[in-house]
């Protein structure tokens, strides 16, 4: 695939963080996704959320699997180290990663489909361990890249783009966290901007897992009626908008409302998602008043959006198996590896 590189130019007014350094600066290259995909909002959040922590680009490594969702890291921190992984495999590659450089700031981006189809092993061991990364899930209920099958994530009863409707219960990738002892648990909207950086934010400090699952509109494959997540062309037809080899542009979709309340976000066809921010006085170390609250809105058809759940006494897998605060990679290789003696002295103690 051939990328669009950004001109270089900057204007020189544009203001600088704590490391002297531009939003522009945390870019990467041009969006190849469709006109009003609600992942280019998530990785403009994603953006400004590292420019304003002041992380260099260079101390962070992203990785992704196989997915629209996978696309993204080519769009943001040009500057950082790298790696799309095959599909549902990115929480493996991390646990790897992160085991010998605890240095380094991960971000994992992931799909409900590389999530919590092929992948549901390999995130819910990477949640069990504890590896610190965010890992961030663009929700939009369908597999975008193979023309708009059910994910994992879709509702029951809600209907593709064919007009079939899918009869299996979804999986809910915050209720799921909750349930595997995730420390870290958040889910916002794409359009939501002024929510979704301070959570971002939050999960790239946070020490351990944090995993934070976001609404993203799919402006292609979920446009029609009786699709739950989004995008139905009117209530009366089901009609395709546009042939599948064209996306028309389309604006996205922004919102803003206050804690506490609920809001009605039409979408591109007339449709509506009923989204619920959290309370100010919501206590988020509470984890089973935490799956409560999920379900609780959920049966009244909204979607709870801030951060549900964080574990105040965190510990990450390298605190968990008392490791060395020195990376792995920059121990001489004696260290390493002691020698046959030690071993032998070792093993000595299972026989």
Known sequence: MTYIAKPKVHAPTLAKNEIGLTRRDYEGTISTLCAGCGHDSITAAIIQAFWELSIPPYRVAKLSGIGCSSKTPAYFLKEAHGFNSVHGRMPALVGGANAANSDVTYIGVSGDGDSLSIGFGQMSHAVRRNVNMLYVLENNGVYGLT????????????????GEANTMEPIDGCLLALTLGATFVARSFSG?????????????????FAFVDV??????FNDHEGSTKSYAYTREHNVEIVQANFVAPAKAITTEYEPGDATNVMLHDGSWVRLRKLDDDYDPTDRDRAYAHIREHQRKGEVVTGLLHISPDSQDLHAQLGTIETPLIELPYEQLCPGNAELQKMQSRFR
């Open 215 to 220: 609404i993203s509109p799919c402006v292609t």
């Open 192 to 208: 939501d901007k002024a929510q979704l950086v301070p959570i971002l934010k939050a999960g790239i400090a946070h020490r351990g």
């Open 147 to 162: 023309k708009g099958q059910f994910s994992a994530a879709a509702d029951r009863g809600s209907l593709s783009k064919k």
